[in-house]
C-alpha cells in the first residue's frame, strides 16, 4: 500500500511531439564545446544546446495538452479544476518562472475553452492589446514547433496573443493568490536547489511534503496534480494525492536537512571538483563523503578494445 501518496493513473494525460534540438545533450559534440586544460586533455561539457525561446515554446505546447487530456479524461472543465478541485499543483521546473508561465498560459486555453469565462478573457485581451479572436484560434491549433524550426531555422511563437494574455493574467491579483494557494507549497526549498533536469518534478514534490509535515498541515486525500516534461519528446499530467498517515513517510524525506550542509564554491573549486583534480590547489577537502555516492574519476580510454572517455565511474562510501 502506498505510505506517501496514491497514483491515479488511470485518468493520467499525456503529449507527445518530436521536438529534435529542445533541449538536448549530444553525444558528439565539435571542439568549441571543450575546455582544452593545456594538459593534452580535453574536458567534456555537459552543457545542453538550449534555443531559449524555442525550448520554451515546446514546454507549454506539451505541458499544456498533456493537462487538457487530463481533464478530458476526468470530465471536468480547467476553470473548475484550477479554482475549485486541485489543491496543489507540481511541474517540471527547469527554472523557477517557468511553472509559473506555464500556469498562465493553461489559464488562458482553459477560459477561451469554456463557456463561463469568457467577459474576463476578453477584459484581459484588450488589456494586453491582443485579439480575443486570435487566442480562440490559437487554441484550436496544432502548431508543428519541429517543423516550422526545421524549414525556417528560425523560431516563430504560434501562441502571440495567448502568451499575451497570460502575461496580463500574471499581474492579476486573483492569479497571485492562485499562486499563493496552489503552487507555493514546497516552492522555497525547490528555488534553493537550482535546475535538477529529469529530478526536478520529484524534488519538488518531495519538498512540499516535506514542508507539510513540518508545518503538520492536513493534506491527506487533497487533490494534487503534478505535471513532468522530457525536454524534445513529451509531457504527462497525472493526479496524486496524500494517503492516511503520510506524515511518517514525510518525516524520513529531510530535505530541509540535506540543505543544511552547503558549500558555496568558486568556480575554481567547482572545476576542481568536477573533475576529481585532487592535486589542484583549489580541490575542496574540507568535505569528507559519508553516506553517499562519489564520482571517483571519469574515463579517458579511446582504444580499439574498449573506450569509457567521458563515463563517470561511481561509487558508494559509506
Not at 517540471?92 to 517557468?98: D, V
Not at 573533475?275 to 571519469?298: K, L, M, Q
Request: with cysteine; hydrophobic share 40%.
Amino acid at each position: 500500500a502506498p505510505q506517501l501518496f496514491a497514483l491515479d493513473l488511470q485518468h493520467m494525460g499525456s503529449s507527445s511531439a518530436y521536438r529534435g534540438p529542445d533541449f538536448r545533450k549530444p553525444h558528439c559534440r565539435p571542439r568549441q564545446f571543450y575546455d582544452d586544460r593545456g594538459d593534452n586533455m580535453l574536458r567534456p561539457r555537459d552543457f545542453p544546446v538550449f534555443t531559449g525561446q524555442y525550448s520554451q515554446l515546446c514546454y507549454l505546447d506539451a505541458t499544456a495538452h498533456a493537462v487538457e487530456d487530463m481533464l478530458a479524461q476526468l470530465e471536468i472543465s480547467a476553470g473548475r479544476y484550477y479554482r475549485r478541485e486541485v489543491h496543489t499543483i507540481f511541474f517540471h521546473r527547469p527554472f523557477q518562472m517557468m511553472p509559473v508561465q506555464a500556469l498562465s498560459f493553461m489559464y488562458i486555453r482553459g477560459m477561451a475553452r469554456g463557456t463561463h469565462w469568457h467577459a474576463e478573457l476578453k477584459d484581459l485581451c484588450a488589456e494586453a492589446k491582443v485579439s480575443y479572436d486570435a487566442v480562440l484560434a490559437e487554441c484550436r491549433a496544432h502548431p508543428d514547433l519541429f517543423g516550422g524550426i526545421c524549414e525556417a531555422k528560425t523560431v516563430a511563437d504560434p501562441y502571440p496573443a495567448t502568451r499575451g494574455a497570460a502575461r496580463v493574467l500574471t499581474k492579476r491579483q486573483e492569479f497571485t493568490d492562485l499562486l499563493d494557494n496552489k503552487m507555493s507549497l514546497g516552492s522555497n526549498l525547490t528555488a534553493q536547489m537550482g535546475n535538477m533536469y529529469s529530478a526536478s518534478l520529484p524534488a519538488w514534490i518531495a519538498a512540499a511534503f516535506d514542508e507539510a509535515e513540518s508545518r503538520k498541515l492536513d493534506i491527506a486525500g487533497m487533490p494534487m496534480v503534478a505535471i513532468g516534461y522530457g525536454s524534445g519528446d513529451a509531457a504527462e499530467a497525472f493526479q496524486l494525492s496524500p494517503v492516511k498517515g503520510w506524515e511518517r513517510a514525510a518525516a524520513r524525506i529531510g530535505v530541509r536537512a540535506a540543505l543544511v550542509r552547503y558549500l558555496d564554491l568558486t568556480r575554481e573549486q567547482y572545476e576542481a571538483c568536477h573533475d576529481n583534480a585532487t592535486a589542484s590547489p583549489h580541490y575542496v577537502t574540507s568535505v569528507v563523503p559519508s553516506g553517499e555516492f562519489r564520482i571517483t574519476h571519469t574515463g579517458d580510454s579511446t582504444e580499439p578494445s574498449f573506450q569509457d572517455i567521458g563515463i563517470d565511474y561511481y561509487e558508494y562510501v559509506p
